[in-house]
């Protein structure tokens, strides 16, 4: 079986580094979708293709308009979202991913550490799997691409 996984969440880390390489090294049926995880690019990209804006509302009304093509259109291609909460800033999008990705029926998978446990846990009870490590993510990839 293959399977489309969109990666989405914090991006301050390798996670989805480390999932693209386990892939490769392991040879997984498993298409990789990403949302733009370069801040600039993604904060600007509305303005910068659109035009200026004076205020700051309709600037990142811009770049969140143009930037959920690209997220609609990756949840909506995937079988499979993962979802990685990390504990330095609050991740409002990937929150708002793992609702869309409920809404839309995906297999769901959530990944953050123990403490984060009681502020996701709507977010966990939707999800198929909850991961406190990327490994373990890597693992269940592991494991639904095995054949038995």
Known sequence: ???TAYLSGEIHTEWREMIKSAIAKNNLPIEILT???DHESSDE???NILGAEDNP???DHKAAKLNSI???TALKRADIVIVRFGDKYKQWNAAFDAGIATALGKSLIIEHAEELTHPLKEIDAAAMAVAQNTGQVIEILEYLCKDY
Do not use: V
């Open 45 to 47: 990209c509305g303005t």
């Open 57 to 59: 509302f309709w600037k």
């Open 35 to 37: 949302p733009n995880t």
């Open 1 to 3: 079986m293959k399977y």
């Open 70 to 72: 690209r997220h609609m």
